[in-house]
């Protein structure tokens, strides 16, 4: 099974930042994307960052010019850069992948961190 572990949330004042960190172990031949989510309580999760295989990159018009997605595949790590953060940022933020797990599968699937809470305060 492929494994996601998040790290790097906190509690942090207004304008403050964070990086956040998500590692994969497992056997993944090859990954079609990677995403972040966020979800804060009593509200429906968004879709916050995602990086495509081919360097796409596209964000919530909300968190544009502030977060910024990268990974480093000699560690097996994506990160998500958040810079001048806002109350409204405040969420149990997740990692999310979608791999093929060998050369020769056409199928994607499907993997989450265990979630990271963020807390902003003003």
């Known amino acids: 099974q492929v494994q996601l572990v998040e790290s790097g949330g906190g509690l942090v004042q207004a304008g403050r930042s964070l990086r956040l960190s998500c590692a994969a172990s497992?056997?993944?031949?090859?990954?079609?994307?990677m995403n972040w989510y966020r979800q804060a309580p009593g509200k429906q999760r968004e879709l916050v960052a995602s990086?495509?295989?081919?360097?796409?990159?596209n964000y919530l018009d909300s968190v544009k010019g502030r977060f910024t997605i990268s990974r480093d595949d000699a560690k097996n790590t994506g990160y998500l850069q958040m810079n001048s953060l806002k109350p409204e940022d405040t969420a149990v933020y997740y990692c999310n992948i979608l791999v093929r797990l060998t050369r020769t599968s056409n199928i994607v699937h499907s993997y989450w961190g265990q979630g990271t809470q963020v807390t902003v305060s003003s």
């Open positions: 497992g056997i993944i031949f090859s990954i079609n994307a």
């Open positions: 990086a495509t295989s081919g360097g796409g990159v």
